[in-house]
């Protein structure tokens, strides 16, 4: 019962926190505009505001996991450059050590496939900086 009370309590405060920003507004702002005919059909959109880099992509993706089941469920995102980490993309979780205590993030497989699809596409990458972070 404990491991339920402490589920919800921090979910909790991550809901408060996230109230707590413009963070919810800003996503489903640049969510609206993707979706619109002023995107001129791009599949996606980004903005930086502040340290902080938003993605939307359009409602028009389907995620279709075909013969693969596990696209449909979550993987942890660290140690290979199949999941981005290995690319630099994700400073955060590179540096954890091995030997962290921490449990791995982990992310929807099918979005993380999407989005590193989208990152290695030339027009993106001209689109869009991520400056280094130090760890």
């Known amino acids: 019962m404990d491991s339920e009370g402490s589920l919800f309590e921090t979910t ?3 809901a408060n926190f996230l109230a707590s920003t413009t963070l919810l507004l800003d996503s489903w702002r640049l969510c609206s505009f993707v979706n619109s005919p002023a995107s001129g059909g791009s599949p996606t959109a980004v903005d930086q505001i502040g340290s902080v880099g938003l993605m939307a992509f359009s409602g028009l993706h389907e995620l279709d996991p075909g013969p693969d089941p596990w696209l449909n469920g979550l993987v942890p995102l660290q140690g290979t450059a199949e999941n ?6 994700f400073p955060d979780v590179d540096c954890h ?4 205590a921490q449990e ?3 992310v929807h497989a099918g979005l993380l496939q999407l989005f590193l699809g989208l990152y290695g596409n030339p ?5 869009v900086r991520f400056p280094p972070l130090p760890c």
């Open 84 to 89: 981005g980490v290995g690319l630099g993309l």
């Open 104 to 106: 791995p993030v982990m």
């Open 123 to 127: 027009t993106f990458q001209s689109q």
């Open 97 to 100: 050590g091995e030997d962290d």
């Open 12 to 14: 909790e405060m991550a």
